[in-house]
């Protein structure tokens, strides 16, 4: 059956929520899918209708299709456009590797601790990826890395100092008091 035959036998029935719809969406692109629903109810043909509302045949039958097929939820639902992920797999598995192994000072940032800036940074520099913190933080969410405030971190200690540090610490037996001479 033909898209316009079945679209102007659901018109009786629809007119009323088409209305309450039609105040309710303020966005230009919902009403332009809505009034075009109405002018093909009230009778015109999809050329007039595309001319009126200046889309392309495709657009209107696939926005005549998601009516006959979801409604006016389907009709009025935001549209989604598939975009490539700037960051890919083989570069999202690289930069789990980094910020496991690696240290941002390897990488010629003065720290210890990754935060989102340096990530930020580190994306720019090494593929020009410039991305927000916002998404750095869906990003590590997806790589099952948490992202924790940064707290000051002093680098990793030199081994003898660190002996001498911890020897200095630890208790020590007191030492005997000498006997006052007699």
């Known amino acids: 059956m033909n898209r316009c035959i ?3 036998r659901l018109a009786p029935q629809d007119r ?13 692109s919902r009403r332009r899918r809505l009034l075009a ?17 200046g889309v392309q045949r ?5 926005w005549l299709d998601s009516y006959l097929h979801g409604g006016f939820d389907a009709l009025l639902a935001p549209q989604r456009r598939p975009r490539p992920q700037a960051l890919n797999p083989q570069r999202r598995k690289v930069l789990r590797y980094i910020l496991l192994h690696k240290t941002p000072a390897d990488y010629g ?7 989102a800036a340096h990530v930020q940074g580190l994306l720019v520099e090494k593929w020009g990826l ?11 969410d997806e790589l099952g890395l948490s992202h924790q405030r940064a707290h000051r971190d002093y680098g990793p200690a030199q081994p ?12 020590k037996p007191p030492r005997p008091t000498p006997a006052p001479p007699s």
């Not at 009323?16 to 230009?28: D, N, P, S, T, V």
């Not at 629903?37 to 509302?53: F, N, T």
């Not at 940032?109 to 935060?115: E, F, K, P, R």
Request: hydrophobic share 40%; with cysteine; aromatic share 14%.
């Open 130 to 140: 410039p991305l927000s913190a916002n998404r750095l933080y869906e990003i590590f």
């Open 6 to 8: 079945r679209i102007q």
């Open 109 to 115: 940032i003065d720290s210890y601790q990754w935060t």
């Open 37 to 53: 629903l109405k002018a093909l109810w009230d009778g015109e043909s999809m050329a007039g209708v595309c001319r009126s509302q």
């Open 58 to 62: 495709k657009t209107l039958e696939k």
């Open 16 to 28: 009323e929520r088409w209305q309450a719809l039609f105040y309710r969406h303020q966005q230009q």
């Open 160 to 171: 003898a100092e660190r002996a001498g540090f911890v020897e200095a610490l630890e208790k």
